[in-house]
């Protein structure tokens, strides 16, 4: 069984919807198919979306690669594919593949400014800059990588500081604070 390594980059077709937090809807679905189809073929793989371009890495067994790109090369949601890397690889460098939404959003911003890039244009990725982006994929804590790097930028780029618990334990405060009042002027 030979194994290969590939990446593309794409624009896509759709208009992107604005998301406050979370994933843009189409890249929510072509994630679900994506995360189906790679468990079952052992594949491993990251997706970069930002301004309007896909980054897509895929790694595994030679066959699964091609016919899951030539699937994706018909692909409508994404035009003008132009495959970045496309060779045999001795050893998988991946240790796991199934597809999760990874923000790794701060991550590619900081690799785009100390490369003095603009824009996320993956289709004019040196050679080293394609090899730093996989290198992301790589280094992200997380099973599976899909990266919206616009996520941090729709919010501001402010880290969420709020965990559901501190919510609640806001919401909960709260109510006691309304009660009290209440109770304190059905006294007087
Ligand atoms: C940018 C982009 C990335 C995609 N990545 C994958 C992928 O990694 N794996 C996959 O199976 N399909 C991927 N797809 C979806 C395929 O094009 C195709 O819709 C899908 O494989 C069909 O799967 P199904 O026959 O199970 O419905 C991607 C599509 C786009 C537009």
Redesign the pocket.
Same mark, same amino acid.
């Given at each position: 069984m030979s194994l290969m390594r590939l990446a593309y980059a794409?624009e896509a077709t759709f208009q992107a919807k604005p998301v406050e937090k979370g994933v843009e809807p189409h890249v929510a679905r072509?994630l679900m198919?994506?995360r189906?189809?790679?468990a079952r073929?052992q !594949?491993v793989?990251g !997706?970069y979306y930002g301004d309007n371009r896909?980054f897509?890495y895929?790694e595994g067994d030679e066959s699964a690669v091609r016919e899951?790109y030539g #699937?994706?090369l018909?692909?409508e #949601?994404?035009r003008n594919v132009k495959t970045l890397i496309e060779e045999p690889i001795t050893e998988r460098t991946f240790s796991n593949w199934s597809?999760k939404y990874v923000p790794l959003s701060k991550d590619v911003r900081q690799f785009l400014d100390a490369e003095g890039l603009e824009s996320f244009d993956p289709a004019n990725f040196t050679a080293d800059q394609c090899e730093k982006m996989i290198e992301l994929i790589r280094n992200s804590s997380q099973d599976q990588k899909l990266v919206n790097y616009d996520d941090d930028r729709a919010t501001g780029n402010q880290p969420q500081v709020m965990s559901g618990g501190l919510k609640a334990g806001i919401i909960v405060a709260g109510i006691c604070i309304v009660g009290a009042l209440l109770f304190a002027g059905s006294m007087l």
């Open positions: 794409s072509i198919t994506s189906k189809n790679n073929d !594949l793989g !997706l896909f897509q895929l899951t #699937r994706i018909k692909d #949601r994404h597809m």
